[in-house]
Antibody, heavy 115, light 108 residues
Framework: DVQLVESGGGFVQPGGSLTLSCAASGFTFTSYSMNWFRQAPGKGLEWVSY????????YYADSVKGRFTISRDNANNSLYLQMNSLRAEDTALYYCARGKPAGYWGQGTLVTVSS | EIVLTQSPGTLSLSPGERATLSCRASQSVSSSYLAWYQKKSGQAPRILIYGASSRATGIPDRFSGSGSGTDFTLTISRLEPEDFGVYYC?????????FGQGTKLEIK
């Protein structure tokens, strides 16, 4: 079965950094592009970032461009999101998801940015 | 950036009724790269439809998608109790891969 397990969320002060991880299993990781999405409390879904299967292409939402970096380690079936200069509006449940469109999702990891 | 506008914001219906949800794009969605997701509180989103009209694996045939260009529709032919939740459309044809604001489908 396809499994995506996010980790690395937590509480961080504004301006701080955090790295999210997503461990993938149950499928050939190298064959799929991956995404990060988020949902802020009481808000809708927001796409955050995309990375192609070979890491040759990466895209970002304007709201995170220049602050967040997506990467993957195909040898270890892992996806990452390095988040810098965090703001209160980055507070959300962050999901990793497989493919374009996103056919499989993890359960999410919560990021809280607050002073 | 393609802006997706969903309507209505809230839909109140009874089990057994037909639901029609709309998603309108500010510009044409390339190759009908339009997906629909269902989101329930405390659960991860679930993909229902991709490519505007193809049902994802395991999705009941009461769910159907249609449309092209800038106008898309998700239809649920006969509502079951488990269908209530929030539905989102998303275009994945051109970055940024935007979502609509969602339609809340609630029990009447």
């Amino acid at each position: 079965d396809v499994q995506l397990v996010e980790s690395g969320g937590g509480f961080v002060q504004p301006g701080g950094s955090l790295t999210l991880s997503c461990a993938a299993s149950g499928f050939t990781f190298t064959s799929y592009s991956m995404n990060w999405f988020r949902q802020a409390p009481g808000k809708g879904l927001e796409w955050v970032s995309y990375i192609s299967s070979s890491s040759s292409t990466m895209y970002y939402a304007d709201s995170v461009k220049g602050r967040f970096t997506i990467s993957r380690d195909n040898a270890n079936n892992s996806l990452y999101l390095q988040m810098n200069s965090l703001r209160a509006e980055d507070t959300a449940l962050y999901y990793c998801a497989r493919g374009k469109p996103a056919g499989y999702w993890g359960q999410g990891t919560l990021v809280t940015v607050s002073s | 950036e393609i802006v997706l506008t969903q309507s209505p914001g809230t839909l109140s219906l009874s089990p057994g009724e037909r639901a029609t949800l709309s998603c309108r794009a500010s510009q044409s969605v390339s190759s009908s790269y339009l997906a629909w997701y269902q989101k329930k509180s405390g659960q991860a989103p679930r993909i229902l439809i991709y490519g505007a009209s193809s049902r994802a694996t395991g999705i009941p045939d009461r769910f159907s998608g249609s449309g092209s260009g800038t106008d898309f529709t998700l239809t649920i032919s006969r509502l079951e109790p488990e269908d209530f939740g929030v539905y989102y459309c998303q275009q994945y044809g051109s970055s940024p891969y935007t979502f609509g604001q969602g339609t809340k489908l609630e029990i009447k």
